[in-house]
């Protein structure tokens, strides 16, 4: 039962072939027996009090196609009941009065919750070994990072330990561990998914989004998540829109732009050879490959690096002591007490991007720093746009590598921060964008271990972006393996 996707679950449901307690008890289960600290905090009784209450609706016809699905959320979104941690010492036992646009959105559909993701602390990495609570490891391989900073995310929907999960991106933190888990993930466009109770880390390129086996169970999940909500001034008002009624579409005469700047120096060639042959597959399925260029790729790692640090540095100041969360025992003055609270409180990671953001921000260096970097992001933004002229959709890696060892990079930040050039421009530009299983390359070890393609589509274009993903799954395998023993 637990190897079904979203789709199939929602009509054994429906067919009243199991309950949703049934199926709750069943992943919770699942999420006992497992090693891999994908789950932060689990709370059986909330759980299935939600599966009742599931029932109930299913009983009376009152159903949506989530309604008894069992999901979980990444601890960056808020929620009553469950703790929400953020990864961080600093807000490791804060239970919020709230929930989340995100989560009330689920729950309105009726979806069950089994409990709170692991995540690098604040969303800030691309390994998941910033976690205060530790490192989750990749269910392909143990001895792998499962990516971050959506890592748990992505180690739950790939050991079948949830139908789907909810993830954030800031810089390809949804697309980067779909693509070292070997799962399906979509970063919708900025402004698509609310972020009022998502906890803060680059308020300009935060966005929520959906992590599933299959871009159908994805588009499910993207119809309960997207939509406007007036807590978000971000927010952007669009009609509803449903991303499963265009999934069947044929794709003959598709324009796929291939970036040169994503096949250069830097690119793994077991990943470069999964992500072309998988380029060859949507040839046969009538689309056409365009050469294309995305001339400022380079500059997306110095331009993410100023602002994403700038914007945390504002946003983490909240975070002080004096109003929830962690607070230093002993102290002199207010002043002594800050320092030592958010010293305690934040991780190496964390500290480290404040310090860089407070820095750029600071008389003397905004200009030089700050709105250089703002300035480059437009013309970032202004390449794809350039882009989308010659092509409908941009294809390639989502990582130059496959999964790495846990701890390989943890004393290199920067080499971390380079794994993710393929990601960061389209945060910056707020664009779509998805990653789908392709292929294996080879590990530490010569562990077989997955391949993501990217896809990047213009402006609210997820409906595309969906469908393009859907009828590649429909041709080949690689969403449906899973790690031995699942």
């Known amino acids: 039962m637990h190897t079904k996707s979203i789709k199939e679950l929602s009509s054994l449901l429906r067919d009243k072939k199991i309950s949703a307690t049934e199926l709750a008890q069943l992943f919770l289960a699942r999420i006992k027996q497992s090693d891999l600290n994908a789950f932060l905090h689990v709370d059986e009784e909330l759980t299935l009090a939600q599966a009742a209450d599931a029932d109930t609706r299913l009983e009376f016809n009152d159903a949506t196609p989530l309604t008894g699905i069992p999901i979980a959320h990444k601890d960056i979104f808020v929620t009553r009941g469950w703790r929400s941690t953020a990864g961080s010492k600093m807000l490791a036992n804060y239970i919020s009065p709230f929930d989340a646009s995100v989560v009330t959105r689920f729950i309105d559909a009726g979806a069950v919750n089994l409990g709170k993701l692991n995540c690098d602390e604040f969303a800030m990495g691309s390994s998941n070994e910033n976690s205060y609570f530790g490192p989750v490891k990749n269910p392909w391989d143990k001895a792998a990072v499962p990516g971050g900073s959506s890592g748990g995310s992505a180690a739950a929907v790939a050991a079948r330990l949830a139908a789907g999960v909810t993830g954030t991106d800031t810089g390809g933190s949804i697309r980067q561990p779909a693509a070292l888990c070997g799962i ?40 309960a998540m997207a939509g406007f909500d007036l807590r978000d001034s971000t927010s952007v008002s669009r009609p509803d829109e449903d991303f499963t009624q265009g999934l069947e579409k044929p794709l003959d005469g598709l324009r796929i732009g291939v970036p040169k700047e994503y096949f250069g120096a830097g690119l793994a060639s077991d990943v470069e050879q999964a992500v072309r042959a998988a380029l060859s597959e949507y040839e046969k399925l009538g689309a056409k490959l365009v050469d294309i260029s995305l001339p400022n790729t380079s500059l997306s790692i110095p331009v993410y690096y100023v602002i994403a640090p700038a914007e945390a540095s ?8 004096v109003r929830y969360g962690h607070r230093a025992k002993e102290y002199g003055d207010l002043q002594d007490m800050y320092k030592k609270t958010r010293a305690e409180g934040f991780g190496e990671e964390v500290q480290r991007r404040i310090l860089v953001g407070t820095y750029v921000l600071c008389h003397g260096y905004y200009d030089a720093y700050y709105l250089q970097a703002q300035r480059i992001r437009r013309l970032i933004a202004q390449d794809f746009q350039q882009a989308f002229t010659q092509c409908d959709v941009i294809m390639g890696p989502v990582s130059p590598t496959v999964a790495w060892d846990i701890g390989d990079k943890a ?22 964008g ?3 299983p392709c292929g294996f390359g080879q590990g530490g070890n010569n562990a077989s271990r997955p391949v993501g393609l990217q896809l990047t589509g213009n402006y609210f274009d997820e409906a595309r972006l969906l469908n393009i993903a859907h009828k590649f799954q429909q041709a080949t395998d690689w969403h449906l393996r899973a790690p031995a023993g699942i």
């Open 314 to 321: 504002s946003n983490l100041s909240r975070f002080d002591g």
């Open 434 to 436: 998805m990653s789908i």
């Open 184 to 223: 399906t993930g979509i970063k919708p466009t900025y402004g698509r998914v609310s972020r009022f109770g998502m906890i803060a880390y680059a308020s300009s390129l935060d966005q929520g989004g959906p992590m599933a086996k299959t871009a159908e169970d994805c588009a499910i999940l993207l119809n």
């Open 411 to 432: 004393d290199d930040p920067v080499a971390n921060y380079l794994g993710d050039i393929y990601t960061l421009s389209t945060n910056l530009a707020g664009l779509p």
